[in-house]
């Protein structure tokens, strides 16, 4: 299956991951050899493509931290169980983006997961936040360098963005849910925005990291 190269060994307590780099070794492990087994299924079934987020992806990704991010200035009086509420919203638009691209790549994941390779950096950890560098490398991928932000809460390290090419997905989103909700909009347009569909991720990272100053 995927070879990982993540340097020394780091502690695990209770089967949890404890480092930031373990957590991102336990996420990519896990997904891709879910990915390699299921295959068949996930071409044709995309409720089984949204359970592989939900199940070994969502539980590690902040998604408080970017409803707050996405919110802005605004985050810092609202309402707690408005920030639920988009927190939310925001897992299940971005489970329902990786469930798309599964389907669309589960043949080239597949063939990754058997055959590619992901180095993985500690690049820097102060306080609650830490950077994990990824390269990787194999069927279909020339030397892909991410950049991995996580945020400790709850003494729990969780993914809050990642950084390819110089552009940040959580930018990109920010800006396209702000765009697609209006300047003025609150999270009740921001939910709507993004249960109708008309937060277009896709259609601005690939403006950004191809036109734009990350190409």
Not at 49 to 64: G, K, L, M, S
Not at 160 to 165: A, C, M, P, R, V
Request: avoid cysteine; charge should be negative; aromatic fraction near 6%.
């Amino acid at each position: 299956m995927l070879g990982l190269s993540t340097g020394t060994a780091t502690a695990e307590t209770d089967d949890v991951p404890a480092t930031p780099k373990a957590v991102v070794e336990h996420v990519v492990t896990d997904a891709l050899n879910s990915i390699a087994e299921r295959q068949e299924t996930l071409a044709a079934d995309r409720d089984a493509a949204v359970e592989i987020f939900n199940d070994q992806v969502r539980p590690w990704v902040d998604t408080q931290l970017m409803a707050r991010f996405a919110m802005g200035p605004a985050a810092r009086t609202a309402d707690p169980a408005d920030i639920d509420r988009l927190a939310e919203a925001l897992a299940d638009r971005v489970a329902n983006l990786y469930a798309g691209a599964l389907q669309r790549y589960a043949e080239d994941a597949a063939d990754f997961a058997e055959r590619g390779s992901v180095d993985l950096r500690l690049v820097s950890e102060k306080d609650e936040r830490a950077i994990v560098s990824a390269l990787a490398e194999g069927p279909g991928i020339d030397k892909l360098q991410l950049r991995i932000q996580l945020y400790q809460r709850d003494d729990r390290w969780r993914v809050f963005d990642i950084e390819t090419s110089g552009v940040s997905i959580l930018l990109v989103f920010r800006d396209a849910l702000q765009s697609a909700a209006g300047r003025d909009g609150g999270v009740d347009a921001m939910i709507e925005a993004l249960e109708d569909g008309a937060v277009d991720v896709e259609e601005a990272w690939e403006e950004e990291t191809v036109n734009g100053d990350g190409a």
